[in-house]
C-alpha cells in the first residue's frame, strides 16, 4: 500500500473545517482539491464524491469516513485529509457523527489500486491511538505531519 505521505500533501490537509453537513463538506473538498490539482474540476470531484455516497454510507465507524471515487481526469491517487469543528452525521454503521475524513480520488481505470489503497487507508484509521493524535491537532501543520509519520 502508499503510505499516506505518498498520496497527501499539506495543501489538501484540513484541520478544524466547519461541520455542516455531507454536501457542504464535499463542497469544501472539491474546493481544496480543484484548487491543488488544476486539471482536476470542482464540478467533477463534488459530483463523484456525491455520486458515490448516493451508493452507500462510507462511514466506517467511530467517527471516521473515508469518501472515495474514481475520477477520469486523476492520473494518480489523491488523499485530502480533514478534520471537523463539529461532528456530522454520515449514516455510518455505528450511528455515530463523524469528525474525521480521509477523501480519496484515483485514476478511473485503477480499480485494484483503489481497493489496495482504501483497504490501507480504513487499517490506519480503524487504529484508536492513530485517530486520537488527528483529533488533537491543532493546525494543519500538525495534522498532516501526524498523518504521514504515523508508525504503528
Known sequence: MQTLSDILTLGRTVCHAPGVSQKKLFETAAHVISDDQKLLPYELIFSSLLAREKLGSTGLGKG??????????????????????????????????????FILLVPEEAQQQHLDILAGIARL????????????????????ATATHWTS
Open 64 to 101: 471516521i469516513a473515508i469518501p472515495h471515487c474514481r475520477v477520469n481526469k486523476c492520473d494518480q491517487a489523491i488523499g485530502t485529509l480533514v478534520t471537523l469543528q463539529e461532528p456530522i452525521d454520515f449514516d455510518s454503521p455505528d450511528d455515530q457523527a463523524v469528525d474525521i475524513l
Open 125 to 144: 484509521f480503524s487504529q484508536d491511538d492513530f485517530c486520537s493524535q488527528l483529533r488533537s491537532a491543532s493546525n494543519a501543520q500538525e495534522l498532516y
